[in-house]
């Protein structure tokens, strides 16, 4: 995806190149055609307001001290907006797996095991099939890139595949044989099929004998329950009763292949989850550099604007930290004599509800009002003076940031920031022809850094020079 950047502070960057401050460019060169595009005037100079009028429609650009045609700041990298669909493709491939694995209780039967590991078997197998899309199309998509990126994750998406190949195929041409076996509806609750062949077969009837309709080990011989093997009392209740499972012998090796079936799926999702995972970590941080060059040139035109305003404000720094230190002081002056009205009122308070509350809970008698009244005003009273000494601290606190303040602003050198920030703007203009010819993951990243660099010292600006300007607004 190929767009284009732009860049705001052109007075700025051209105020930076005039160093003999003539209003002219003498300090640049330029070819003779494009001295005439640029020179609107025809007096034979390039001033100032005529080289920023051409760089802002972009009919120029400056290069290492020459003016030039401009080729505009068109920034394609090649493979950002696959791995942008990688990552996609990645967190799809997490989020649209449900797995579970089954709780088996002790006296489940083995029908009720079974149907437990089929349902969790099925989910799993669902969750794989979304997660080996996801692999394929990873695969597939980084196929024949040549930046690091895109040829580890190819790597890393072939090899996920090929390491858990044998365990999937294997738990599934499991599962398939467990579906082609007929005996296999006798055991779905619920359900009677008509087929004659059956695990558990009764004369007579064709449905087969109902396993728990009593005789075999049970107590009595319509008892539906079964033997209680921790009992020897027969008419004794009082002991858990554990079912008779009829099912078991014929279910037991069906149960294992289940088990296994289930083991082998596991194994895969976790190997296919991680890879997916770590391939959208891989992916999270990619060279975004038309967001980085915005994010640089807002943050330098913010801290232009603060210096613009502070040399406009009409104060100057040391009138400014006056106002703040008389609102310093106001502020701690609201702090004198704050504990003693405040306990005061804390021990009325008290003394009311103690009186109250000793009254009743003493019997209703004086003597406890009298008691609870005294003890009443003491605690309330200490609750109180907290309360004032809090409110004290506050705007003792208050003060204290405001002169904190004021120093910042007496001392502050707009100079300083003002020519740091003109080199940064420099800096950042330079940058972008970098920017413009990073054609490659791998160059995009170093790139990409550099105007985080640029991007982070103009914050530390913007938000010095915001603290200031707003300073001077205020007071």
């Not at 999937?168 to 509806?185: E, H, K, P, V």
């Not at 000793?358 to 008698?365: D, P, R, S």
């Not at 910042?408 to 003002?418: L, P």
């Not at 970098?434 to 991007?455: C, E, F, P, T």
């Amino acid at each position: 995806m190929t767009a284009s950047v732009n860049f705001s502070n052109h007075q700025w960057l051209v105020n930076s190149f005039d160093t003999n401050k003539n209003g002219n460019m003498d300090e640049l060169k330029a070819s003779e055609h494009i001295r005439k595009a640029v020179d609107t005037d025809q007096n034979g100079q390039i001033s100032k307001q005529e080289l920023v009028s051409a760089l802002q429609q972009d009919k120029v650009e400056i290069r290492q001290g020459n003016i030039e045609q401009s080729r505009g700041f068109n920034i394609h990298v090649e493979g950002l907006e696959t791995l942008k669909s990688v990552r996609t493709t990645a967190h799809n491939g997490i989020s649209n797996t449900h797995v579970f694995t089954p709780t088996l209780y002790s006296d489940d039967t083995s029908r009720d095991r079974y149907h437990k590991l089929q349902e969790s078997n099925r989910s799993y197998d669902a969750a794989i099939n979304s997660m080996e899309s996801s692999l394929r199309s990873i695969r597939d998509m980084t196929a024949g890139k040549t930046d690091a990126t895109s040829r580890a994750l190819h790597i890393q998406a072939k090899t996920t595949l090929n390491s858990t190949q044998w365990n999937t195929w294997s738990a599934r041409l499991q599962q398939n044989m467990s579906r082609t076996r007929d005996w296999f509806t006798d055991y779905t609750p619920g359900q009677r099929p008509t087929s004659p062949s059956r695990p558990v077969s009764g004369g007579g009837d064709p449905y087969g004998k109902d396993p728990f309709s009593g005789g075999g080990n049970s107590v009595g011989s319509n008892d539906p329950y079964g033997k209680d093997p921790f009992n020897s009392k027969p008419g004794d209740n009082t002991q858990p009763i554990i079912p008779d499972d009829p099912y078991l012998d014929r279910l037991d090796p069906y149960l294992r292949e289940q088990e296994q079936i289930l083991t082998n799926l596991k194994t895969s999702y976790e190997v296919m989850n991680s890879a997916l995972k770590a391939i959208k970590e891989q992916t999270n941080d990619l060279p975004d550099l038309q967001a980085s060059v915005r994010a640089t040139d807002s943050n330098i035109s913010k801290a232009f604007a603060n210096i613009h305003n502070i040399e406009n404000s009409g104060k100057s720094g040391q009138q400014v930290g006056q106002n703040i230190r008389r609102e310093a002081d106001a502020t701690d002056a609201k702090a004198t004599g704050r504990t003693a009205p405040y306990a005061g009122v804390g021990a009325g308070v008290g003394l009311v509800a103690g009186a109250a509350i000793g009254y009743f809970a003493g019997g209703k008698t004086v003597k406890s009002a009298l008691m609870g009244a005294g003890i009443g005003a003491a605690a309330s009273g200490g609750i109180g003076a907290l309360i004032g000494n809090g409110i004290d601290s506050g705007y003792k606190n208050e003060a204290s940031s405001l002169r904190s303040l004021a120093g910042r602003v007496e001392t502050y050198n707009t100079g300083a920031d003002k020519q740091t920030l003109a080199d940064t703007n420099v800096n950042f203009y330079n940058k972008l022809f970098d920017a413009r010819s990073a054609n490659d993951l791998d160059r995009a990243r170093v790139v990409n850094n550099d105007l985080k660099g640029i991007s982070g010292s103009a914050s530390q600006i913007e938000q010095r020079t915001g603290e200031i300007a707003d300073a001077h607004r205020k007071y």
